[in-house]
Nanobody, 126 residues
Framework: QVQLAESGGGLVQAGGSLRLSCAAS????????MGWFRQAPGKEREFVAA????????SYATSVQGRFTVTRDNVRNTVSLQMLSLPPEDTAVYYC???????????????????WGQGTQVTVSS
């Protein structure tokens, strides 16, 4: 069983930046593809970014491409999301997610992820 805990959310002004972190425990993190998703009020959960085992070729939603960077530390069992140039539209609860350990590929589909964190609120004020 994989447990995930996000941190780093908060209130930031438009144009600002935040760094989210997700600490994983209970599984083989170095063989677990990870993803970030978000859900804004009244909207469905959407893909933000994903990263495979080795951290090569991360993928991003078009809306965050060039502004967000996902990285992982397979020693500390953490995955991070650096967010720059935030507009109010990025306001949402951000979730960290993990696929089943042993699956190589990351995914942009929420149903491919077996484990989820509780989420961390990101609010961008205009």
């Amino acid at each position: 069983q994989v447990q995930l805990a996000e941190s780093g959310g908060g209130l930031v002004q438009a144009g600002g930046s935040l760094r989210l972190s997700c600490a994983a425990s209970g599984g083989t993190f170095r063989r677990t593809p990870m993803g970030w998703f978000r859900q804004a009020p009244g909207k469905e959960r959407e893909f933000v970014a994903a990263i495979s085992w080795g951290g090569l070729s991360p993928s991003y939603a078009t809306s965050v491409q060039g502004r967000f960077t996902v990285t992982r530390d397979n020693v500390r069992n953490t995955v991070s999301l650096q967010m720059l140039s935030l507009p109010p539209e990025d306001t949402a609860v951000y979730y960290c997610a993990a696929r089943e350990p042993g699956i190589a590929a990351a995914s942009s589909q929420s149903w491919d992820y077996a484990y989820w964190g509780q989420g961390t609120q990101v609010t961008v004020s205009s």
